[in-house]
């Protein structure tokens, strides 16, 4: 079994930045795409950034240039990087990543930005 981790979500002023970690843990041969989403309240679920298994990445367009997405794949660990906060980036951010050939998610850490 795999479990995903995340932490570093909280509170902060609008412009301020947070910095975004996800670990696996368990059973793990191999992790390909990783990535981070989030959901608002009464929204979908929304992708913000991936990264794939030779470091290619991909941004949603409203966060692109603020947040940088990162892995260390000694650790099983990604990363998000969130600069220049907005209040509409208040949600619940979920860590994905495709480990072995499965699909697996955390189980979220909320990000509050305050006007």
């Known amino acids: 079994q795999v479990q995903l981790v995340e932490s570093g979500g909280g509170l902060v002023q609008a412009g301020g930045s947070l910095r975004l970690s996800c670990v696996a843990s368990?059973?793990?041969?191999?992790?390909?795409?990783m990535g981070w989403y989030r959901q608002a309240p009464g929204k979908q679920r929304e992708l913000v950034a991936q990264i794939t298994s030779g470091g290619s990445t991909n941004y949603a367009g409203s966060v692109k240039g603020r947040f940088t997405i990162s892995r260390d794949n000694s650790k099983n660990m990604v990363y998000l990087q969130m600069n220049s906060l907005k209040p509409e980036d208040t949600a619940v951010y979920y860590c994905?990543?495709?480990?072995?050939?499965?699909?697996?998610w955390g189980q979220g850490t909320q990000v509050t930005v305050s006007s």
């Open positions: 368990g059973s793990i041969f191999s992790i390909n795409d």
């Open positions: 994905n990543m495709w480990v072995n050939v499965w699909n697996y």
